[in-house]
Antibody
C-alpha cells in the first residue's frame, strides 16, 4: 500500500521559512517523480513544483508564484522528499500535499496534507 | 483566476449522467493528451479518477469517463450516486515554464 506522510507544517510569520518533509512507502521511491500541490483555504488546487528521479537527473521545476522562493529536494536513502519554503507570504497559506507524479500532470497518490499558515 | 475554466457547480439526480467541462487553450489541453481529473470530498485529499484524457486507474468506477475535443476536456459521470457529491478538478500539462495547470474546480450536487 502506497503511503505518503507529510510533516513540518505550522504557523510562520511573513518573510519566514519552513521546511516540509514527506515520507514515502509502498513503492520504489528512487524511481518516482514527486510533486507538491497546495490548496488555499476554500480554494482550488495549485501545482507548486516537482522533482524528477535520480535517473532523470533530479531535475526540479516550479510554478511561477513560488519560483526562486521554494526548493524541492529528495533523499532516496530515506524515501523522503522535502519542500523548503522561504520568503513566505500570507498568500502561501494552504494545505500542502505531497503527490506521486507518474508522468506530467498525472498525480496518482496523495498524502493527507500539511497545513502551513503564514500570518503575523 | 485558474488557467483552466470549469463550471462552478453542476447537479443531477441519482441515476442520471452529468458532464463537467474543462476549457483550456492551444498551449495546454489543445496540445497535450495529458489531462487528468480528480475527485475531492470535504476535508479529504484529492483522488485520481482519470489520467491521459481517458485512462481510468484500477479501482476507479467505470461510471467515470473522460474525453477531449480541441481545447476542451470533459468528465462524464453516469448513474449518479449520492457518494459522487464532491468537488472535481481537471488538470493539464502546459509545457514551457508553466508546466501544470489546474481548473478552478466544480462542485457536484446530487439532488
Amino acid at each position: 500500500e502506497v503511503q505518503l506522510v507529510e510533516s513540518g507544517g505550522g504557523l510562520v510569520k511573513p518573510g519566514g521559512s519552513l521546511k516540509l518533509a514527506c515520507a514515502a512507502s509502498g513503492f520504489t521511491f528512487k524511481n518516482a517523480w514527486m510533486s507538491w500541490v497546495r490548496q488555499a483555504p476554500g480554494k482550488g488546487l495549485e501545482w507548486v513544483g516537482r522533482i524528477k528521479s535520480y535517473a532523470d537527473g533530479e531535475t526540479t521545476d516550479y510554478a511561477g508564484p513560488v519560483r526562486d522562493r521554494f526548493f524541492i529536494s529528495r533523499t532516496d536513502s530515506r524515501n523522503t522528499v522535502y519542500l523548503q519554503m522561504g520568503s513566505l507570504k500570507t498568500e502561501d497559506t494552504a494545505v500542502y500535499y505531497c503527490v506521486t507524479n507518474t508522468i506530467e500532470a498525472f498525480f496518482e497518490f496523495w498524502g493527507q496534507g500539511s497545513l502551513v499558515t503564514v500570518s503575523s | 483566476q485558474s488557467a483552466l475554466t470549469q463550471p462552478a457547480s453542476v447537479s443531477g439526480s441519482p441515476g442520471q449522467s452529468v458532464t463537467i467541462s474543462c476549457i483550456g487553450t492551444n498551449s495546454d489541453i489543445g496540445t497535450y493528451d495529458l489531462v487528468s481529473w480528480y475527485q475531492q470530498h470535504p476535508g479529504k485529499a484529492p483522488k485520481l479518477l482519470i489520467s491521459e484524457v481517458t485512462k481510468r486507474p484500477s479501482g476507479v468506477s467505470g461510471r467515470f469517463s473522460g474525453s477531449k475535443s480541441g481545447n476542451t476536456a470533459s468528465l462524464t459521470i453516469s448513474g449518479l450516486q449520492p457518494e459522487d457529491e464532491a468537488d472535481y478538478y481537471c488538470c493539464s500539462y502546459a509545457g514551457g515554464r508553466t508546466f501544470v495547470v489546474f481548473g478552478g474546480g466544480t462542485k457536484l450536487t446530487v439532488l
